[in-house]
């Protein structure tokens, strides 16, 4: 634990993981939000650009807060972690939608 | 607020800054210039230098233009292998590609017309996927003449495309990069603003008679939190507009089956029919539909001009014709769309009023691309672009001027490279876009590739200001300042006067001409710009000749904390 903390104490270390990271975790957010709109009858195009309006807001502050989180590797966890849940539901819920 | 939060912010503000720094500035400035993008078009293709026209007759000046528009070349060989499906037959040579669409786009600036073709790809590898091989074309609206190929747009084709793409197309790794560059750009924002304990008398403070590195963070401060809700907006924006399709191509990927059903749903809602029928029907008077849609929009109390126009399914009975709004005298883009059926002229169907969520993102998009007509604030984005560039680039001197005495006690060469860099993209990069427009005089105005040798020579004037920089930039390895930024200074005043006065004598379109006897403001306007960024580097280069006489006695060396670094925004 205390090697992996040394490991991703290194700030260039750190932004580089936590910049795709937190990427994953707006990508998921989006299409989540996206199906999850669409699934209580709004129009696919303005949940769409409801959501992109959304994601660069959550983006950088997601990164913000992640890079200056004293324990890293929860911020890491919860931002793939997280990605791949939102992503996972979205899909599943796409399934339901398509005829 | 903790000293580490403030820390952290100060280091991600610090780094992630200067790296993609170098980029910030390209969007910044060439963004700047990009406001004036066609006026800069107008000034580089004399024989466009007239005022802005009525919209000619589609039936009998644009449709023949069209009709003997073939498909492009790069596109055809880099997209028909990608596109045309081999087990299915041969692939169709070029010239016998079938027409599948027409547009038109037009503003209140441009006195000519851009048109463009989209051509089938008949045997495809996905018959759903959008298979077109493209052509543009651009035309004089007083006659039909096309403006050649060969004629660049140095305003909205190289300028415009700059600020967004760097002009680096391989797999748009271009918008990707500017991508993360307008990220930095909010992340700076954000953590410039967490760094800085005092931000509202940042709005006031200014002490240029001081040492170089107090007055270079005073204006860094400056600019940036004047212009703070200015920068903010333009780097959000930004990204928002190219968010759907490249940032984050979710409905083009993951959900790419919902929204193609969606497509399918929406045409069929609409009554605008997404494929086409296979059944050939002629086009009815274009004319015609465009007077009923000037008729509609009058009487919703908005009487408009043209600004898009699209022919869907040319030649099949599904074919459809679309005819948008010019926003010149608001916010949004083009909207109000009016479709009509192309064999009959028949209204389809108006576009209703968008939603609230539409509303917002027209607004904030059509913000950012400003095509509304209001000249004292597209000056004043002028303004907050070249404030943006000083923001970055006393960010740059700062960097430099806190570490260059240190570097230099322990023989390193971080701040060389540094301000090496600075130069090429603060004084290199305006030489590499103000010597494009010299040579853009320098040759013949009907050269085969003219466009190419101007883009060719704007990077390689480019890279040469690099070279200079980096080999001038000695006196840095002792504590110095580079001599590079005056030199650069001065040759960017000297083709700047040079422009405008290659100008003034191959098209006759000098400053008396164009200001008092015949008025033409788009071409004076840039030689008028020409002139003051002159004026300015000949000032900038004066006092950068001072400071260096006066730099000769040694800096006293300076050790930095992370505490001193804190203490010292």
């Known amino acids: 634990m205390a090697r992996q903390r040394a490991a991703f104490a290194h700030p260039t270390r750190r932004l580089l993981i936590l910049i795709p990271g937190s990427y994953a975790f707006t990508w998921g957010f989006?299409?989540?939000?996206?199906?999850?709109?669409?699934?209580?009858?709004?129009?696919?195009?303005?949940?769409?650009?409801?959501?992109?309006?959304?994601?660069?807001?959550?983006?950088?502050?997601?990164?913000?807060?992640?890079?200056?989180?004293?324990?890293?590797?929860?911020?890491?966890?919860?931002?793939?972690?997280?990605?791949?849940?939102?992503?996972?539901?979205?899909?599943?819920?796409?399934?339901?939608?398509?005829? | 607020m903790s000293a580490h939060f403030r820390n952290t912010m100060t280091w991600l503000h610090t780094w992630m800054g200067l790296a993609l720094g170098f980029v910030l500035m390209v969007c910044f400035f060439f963004g700047a210039l990009s406001v004036f993008d066609r006026e800069i078009d107008r000034w580089a293709i004399p024989q466009t230098r007239f005022e802005p026209q009525p919209l000619p007759s589609f039936d009998r000046l644009l449709l023949p233009v069209l009709q003997r528009v073939e498909p492009d070349q790069h596109d055809y060989a880099a997209n028909m292998p990608r596109l045309h499906d081999p087990t299915k037959g041969p692939m169709t040579p070029r010239l016998e590609l079938p027409v599948d669409e027409y547009w038109m786009y037009t503003t209140h600036r441009d006195p000519v017309l851009a048109m463009g073709v989209g051509f089938l790809v008949p045997l495809p590898k996905d018959p759903d996927a959008h298979n077109h091989i493209h052509a543009r074309t651009t035309v004089d609206p007083r006659s039909g003449a096309v403006v050649p190929d060969d004629a660049l747009k140095i305003g909205s084709h190289w300028f415009y495309p700059m600020h967004y793409s760097l002009n680096w197309r391989w797999r748009d790794i271009g918008i990707w990069i500017v991508g993360l560059a307008g990220f930095t750009m909010l992340v700076s924002l954000v953590s410039g603003v967490i760094m800085h304990r005092r931000i509202f008398r940042e709005f006031f403070t200014f002490r240029p008679d001081k040492h170089v590195k107090r007055s270079a963070l005073?204006?860094?401060?400056?600019?940036?939190?004047?212009?703070?809700?200015?920068?903010?907006?333009?780097?959000?924006?930004?990204?928002?507009?190219?968010?759907?399709?490249?940032?984050?191509?979710?409905?083009?990927?993951?959900?790419?089956?919902?929204?193609?059903?969606?497509?399918?749903?929406?045409?069929?809602?609409?009554?605008?029919?997404?494929?086409?029928?296979?059944?050939?029907?002629?086009?009815?008077?274009?004319?015609?539909?465009?007077?009923?849609?000037?008729?509609?929009?009058?009487?919703?109390?908005?009487?408009?001009?043209?600004?898009?126009?699209?022919?869907?399914?040319?030649?099949?009975?599904?074919?459809?014709?679309?005819?948008?709004?010019?926003?010149s005298d608001r916010v949004a883009l083009v909207g109000e769309g009016i479709h009509f059926k192309a064999a009959t002229g028949e209204v389809l169907r108006e576009d209703p009023p968008r939603s609230a969520v539409s509303e917002i993102n027209e607004f904030l998009t059509g913000l950012h691309l400003q095509h509304f007509e209001h000249w004292l604030l597209r000056w004043l984005y002028v303004l907050g672009g070249l404030l943006g560039c000083v923001c970055i680039a006393t960010g740059f001197i700062f960097f430099v001027e806190k570490r260059k005495a240190v570097h230099a006690k322990a023989g390193g060469q971080g701040s060389r490279v540094v301000d090496s860099l600075a130069v090429t993209t603060v004084t290199g990069m305006v030489i590499a876009a103000v010597g494009m427009l010299v040579v853009n005089r320098v040759l013949p105005a009907d050269m085969a590739g003219k466009g190419d040798w101007e883009k060719l020579a704007f990077w390689g004037i480019w890279v040469l200001a690099m070279l200079h920089a980096f080999v001038r930039s000695g006196p840095l390895a002792r504590g110095g300042i580079n001599p590079a930024w005056r030199e650069q200074c001065w040759a960017l005043a000297m083709l700047c006067f040079a422009a405008v006065v290659l100008n003034a004598l191959t098209t006759g379109d000098h400053l008396l001409k164009t200001v008092f006897s015949d008025p033409y403001w788009p071409v004076a306007g840039v030689d008028l710009s020409l002139l003051a960024t002159a004026g300015i580097a000949v000032w900038a280069a004066r006092k950068l000749a001072l400071r260096e006489r006066g730099a000769v006695k040694t800096i006293p060396s300076e050790v930095t904390t992370r505490a001193a670094e804190a203490a010292n925004v």
Do not use: C
């Not at chain 1, 990164?63 to 979205?90: C, H, K, N, Q």
């Not at chain 2, 050939?280 to 509609?296: I, N, Y």
């Not at chain 2, 009058?298 to 009975?317: C, N, P, Q, T, Y």
């Open chain 1, 30 to 99: 989006i299409a989540l939000g996206v199906t999850g709109l669409v699934s209580l009858g709004v129009d696919f195009h303005e949940a769409e650009t409801a959501m992109m309006l959304l994601a660069f807001l959550v983006f950088p502050s997601l990164f913000l807060w992640a890079f200056a989180s004293p324990r890293p590797g929860r911020a890491m966890a919860l931002l793939f972690g997280g990605a791949a849940f939102m992503v996972s539901a979205a899909w599943a819920i796409q399934r339901g939608l398509l005829v």
């Open chain 2, 218 to 327: 005073d204006l860094h401060n400056l600019t940036g939190v004047v212009a703070l809700p200015f920068h903010f907006f333009f780097a959000f924006t930004g990204l928002l507009i190219f968010a759907s399709y490249f940032y984050f191509p979710v409905s083009h990927t993951l959900l790419e089956p919902l929204h193609r059903q969606h497509e399918v749903l929406e045409a069929q809602a609409a009554g605008l029919p997404h494929k086409r029928s296979g059944i050939p029907a002629p086009l009815a008077s274009v004319d015609a539909m465009v007077a009923e849609a000037k008729r509609r929009w009058a009487a919703r109390d908005m009487a408009g001009e043209v600004g898009f126009l699209k022919i869907h399914h040319v030649g099949d009975a599904n074919s459809f014709v679309s005819i948008y709004r010019a926003g």
